[in-house]
């Protein structure tokens, strides 16, 4: 089974990040649009503390979180 990559969105911005798979703590991962840039730790603890809140309908101000929104992904072929 195939596991999908999380979707990860500036929350400036709502611009989906293409995803890293693995990625170490110190990855950069930057925003495609404004150009906000931070190590993926960073960006993973801000989607951490950003999703409960969201999910209990209170306003974040967090800036990453993980999207909800329809993402368009590239089906990559099977390997035969």
């Not at 995803?19 to 991962?29: C, E, S």
């Not at 930057?30 to 190590?39: D, K, L, R, V, Y």
Request: glycine fraction near 4%; charged fraction near 20%.
């Amino acid at each position: 089974m195939k596991n999908p990559a999380i979707a990860i969105e500036c929350a400036t911005c709502a611009v989906p990040v293409n995803p890293v798979l693995h990625p170490k703590p110190d990855t950069v991962i930057s925003c495609p649009q404004c150009g906000a840039a931070e190590p993926y730790s960073a960006v993973w603890q801000a989607c951490m503390t950003d999703f409960p809140q969201r999910l209990a309908g209170k306003p974040s101000d967090a800036s990453w979180r993980f999207r909800t929104g329809p993402t368009p992904v590239t089906k990559m072929p099977d390997a035969d």
